[in-house]
């Protein structure tokens, strides 16, 4: 398995304009020991091409040894807008040549949709898994002719438990999607168990992210938070020095066949470039401990 950052690890600072694209990849080339980088569609300049964006991107990563691991997409299917719907799969297939471009073959979706107020309070899963299954069927196909593989990430409030995430790669059903893991998502998000998670998707995990925690059942003070009154409260914690279990789930992947890459996908506030540093020197050598157990 390969070690690689994703790059909303800088979200902050992308933010407030403090690092641009060019700024993430020189460091995580420079400084850190990571093997690839993990762009999403959502940090480039606005009001320039992408795909020359890509090139130079693409550039910038040649000159300190980077590979790109996966291209993240923002997507919004907006299921309940058919305009809206044929934009974002129309988007997405568009941003496929994107991915080339930076030289990766694979791409991560975000099961979301928008909802009208009327169907927020009682949304009809089986309609909206459908509609998405519909669209990331569709951007699959075309992904496909490219030999690029497509991942949805475990993400957000509607679409991230289990069930739903299983029922959706089971519903778009093509040789070339699958599952990019990010286990924790899980737990934190829905109280679920997120080592019986990575299990149960290990074969279907077509890229991998890890973030950490500090896990309790009560917060100490107001550092720490709780997404919904059934999950653990969490803080956040330099990537390997936390209380997710990164071995146990890489000997997971590990077992079932995984050899892609793994990125880190945490960093403290206070310090993200010395706790992406750092967390990335954790990921490298949990890999390599549990490689070396093989």
């Known amino acids: ?50 795909n020359e964006q890509a090139i130079e991107a693409r550039a910038a990563l040649d000159g300190v040894g980077l590979e790109v691991s996966s291209y993240t997409l923002d997507s919004d299917f907006a299921v309940y807008d058919q305009g809206r719907f044929e ?14 471009l930076l030289g990766t073959h694979h791409i991560r979706l975000d099961p979301r949709t928008s909802l009208p107020p009327e169907r927020a309070e009682t949304p009809d899963m089986d309609y909206i898994l459908g509609r998405m299954a519909e669209g990331m069927g569709t951007i699959a196909d075309a992904a496909e ?24 790669v089971d519903m778009v059903g093509r040789s070339n999607f699958g599952v990019n893991i990010d ?11 997120y080592v019986e998670a990575t299990r149960i998707f290990a074969p279907k995990v077509t890229h991998a992210h890890l973030k950490d925690y500090y896990f309790a059942d009560s917060a100490a003070d107001d ?5 919904a009154p059934h999950t653990p409260y969490v803080k956040s914690a330099v990537g390997g020095e936390g209380d997710a279990e990164w071995v146990t789930m890489l000997e997971i992947l590990r077992d079932a066949g995984y050899d892609g890459t793994v990125s880190l996908e945490v960093s403290m506030p206070d ?13 490298k050598r949990a890999i390599a401990e549990v490689e070396a157990d093989n």
Not at 8 to 31: H, P, S
Not at 91 to 97: E, K, M, N, Q, Y
Not at 145 to 168: P, Q, S
């Open 87 to 100: 934009d974002c799969v129309a988007t997405s297939i568009a941003r496929l040549d994107t991915a080339i």
């Open 271 to 283: 310090d993200i470039f010395g706790s992406v540093k750092q967390g990335v020197a954790n990921l």
């Open 183 to 193: 286990p924790t998502n899980f737990y934190v998000v829905h109280g679920e168990d």
């Open 145 to 168: 002719k490219l030999d690029i593989e497509v991942g949805i990430e475990n993400h957000g409030m509607l679409v991230g438990t289990i069930e739903l995430v299983g029922r959706l």
């Open 223 to 227: 550092t720490w938070r709780q997404v």
């Open 1 to 50: 398995m390969k070690t690689g950052v994703c790059q909303w690890v800088f979200n902050k600072l992308l933010i407030e304009g403090e690092i641009d694209m060019g700024g993430c990849i020189e460091f995580v080339g420079k400084e850190t020991e990571a093997d690839c980088f993990e762009p999403l569609s959502r940090y480039w300049v606005e009001d320039r091409d992408e």
